[in-house]
């Protein structure tokens, strides 16, 4: 089925209202009879010919009208997304710019330095799988956003159960939790169950996981809870940590925007994680809101529909 326009919609709606005043105009043109009587006067048939002449040139107007102004708005819409193309491919590039300069840099210094020694060629060889695994994680950051953005289609949708995927994320960081002396505490309740995209849904939870493990800071708490409302889970992912300046959040969710941008490359973060979150949530039919003030941690709360 064809999708309405916005002129499209316009033009229905006040030929519609139109349509409806010109028949109770007619059935009731003095506004005092109780029920419709045929016409018995001339005049009757005068005034509901006149009313179609009105009406099919006032629908004519509009429609031309509506056309140019569903123009404007794809002219409009294609500039927009033009330039967002453009930002978005130079954000890009920029970001691989770096590793793969580091990456070349390293493999021409193991390659061209026959007096390197074996430390230094395992320092530099560690430095380059660092690099190829931060290069490894942006192409794949950028082809979740890419399936989001430009195949909601192929996206396939089913059963997921959130609470087994969170109990897997808490699993597969707890090491690195260990290793800042942070803490995670998972008191989701078994069997939150949503109809949604299984591998969306863990990047939605591990994004938050790592964004808190990377910027709450050492010996900081995670937790994530959630409570019922109706048809709906909300989520709540909180940390005590560093939190976020206030100027920052309007734009937290952009993709490639960084608070700190050195700290952010130096902990290999890509700076699509939040922007894969929002998107996923949205993509879900649900809605995320962030609370956070600096020094006083962060708080993201998850809407999600249950299945």
Not at 175 to 203: D, T, V, W
């Amino acid at each position: 089925m064809r999708k309405l326009t916005e002129g499209r919609k316009m033009f229905l709606s006040i030929m519609a209202v139109f349509a409806s005043y010109a028949i109770i105009f007619i059935l009731f043109e003095d506004y005092d009879r109780k029920m419709m009587e045929p016409f018995n006067e001339a005049s009757d048939w005068h005034l509901l010919l006149f009313s179609l002449v009105v009406m099919g040139g006032l629908g004519i107007l509009l429609w031309r009208y509506a056309r140019r102004m569903d123009e404007r708005i794809s002219r409009e819409q294609a500039t927009k997304e033009n330039q967002m193309r453009r930002e978005l491919t130079q954000n890009i590039a920029h970001e691989l710019k770096t590793p793969v300069a580091s990456i070349l840099g390293y493999a021409e210094t193991i390659l061209h330095t026959p007096s390197i020694s074996d430390s230094q060629k395992q320092m530099f060889t560690e430095r380059t799988l660092t690099q190829a695994q931060r290069l490894a994680t942006l192409l794949q950051d950028i082809s979740i956003l890419n399936r989001m953005d430009f195949a909601q289609d192929v996206i396939q949708m089913g059963r997921v159960d959130v609470s087994l995927i969170m109990n897997d994320i808490v699993e597969e960081t707890a090491l690195a939790f260990r290793q800042k002396e942070m803490s995670l505490h998972n008191c989701l309740p078994q069997g939150i169950i949503i109809h949604g995209n299984e591998q969306l849904i863990y990047s939605i939870f591990r994004n938050l996981t790592d964004n808190a493990l990377n910027y709450a800071g050492y010996g900081t708490t995670v937790e994530v809870s959630a409570t019922k409302d109706r048809e709906q889970w909300h989520i709540t992912f909180k940390d005590n940590g560093a939190g976020i300046p206030q100027q920052h959040l309007p734009r937290i969710f952009e993709r490639f925007y960084r608070i700190d941008k050195s700290r952010s490359r130096t902990l290999g973060g890509t700076g699509l994680g939040l922007s894969i979150v929002k998107n996923a949530v949205r993509l879900h039919g649900g809605d995320i809101k962030i609370r956070s003030n600096q020094g006083e941690g962060t708080t993201f709360v998850i809407t999600l529909k249950q299945m």
